[in-house]
């Protein structure tokens, strides 16, 4: 699986993620995930919480994707 498909299927719940959790789940180091997360944000896909060093899919990625889901779920 790409790395950036598998840090969307991290954040795929909704919930704020730390880095440090994606890292360790994906096996990536802090800043391949750091340039994962650059690009996510500049396209809007993700929220970023530089503070907290959290992030979590932008609203309207996480609705795309659940209907995608909802779609997948009825055809199976």
Same mark, same amino acid.
């Given at each position: 699986?790409?790395?950036?498909? /598998?840090?969307?299927?991290? @954040?795929?719940?909704?919930?704020?993620?730390?880095?440090? /959790?994606?890292? !360790?789940?994906?096996? @990536?180091?802090?800043?391949?995930?750091?340039? @994962?997360?650059?690009?996510? @944000? &500049?396209?809007?896909?993700? /929220?970023?919480?530089?503070? !907290?060093?959290?992030?979590?899919?932008?609203?309207? =990625?996480?609705?795309? =994707?659940?209907?995608? /889901? !909802?779609? &997948?779920? !009825?055809?199976?």
């Amino acid at each position: 699986m790409p790395q950036i498909d /598998e840090i969307l299927s991290i @954040l795929r719940n909704g919930r704020w993620h730390d880095i440090k /959790e994606i890292c !360790e789940k994906t096996h @990536l180091n802090t800043l391949k995930v750091e340039l @994962l997360t650059n690009f996510l @944000l &500049e396209y809007n896909f993700i /929220e970023l919480d530089k503070k !907290e060093c959290k992030t979590r899919l932008t609203r309207p =990625l996480f609705q795309f =994707l659940k209907k995608i /889901e !909802e779609t &997948e779920n !009825e055809n199976a």
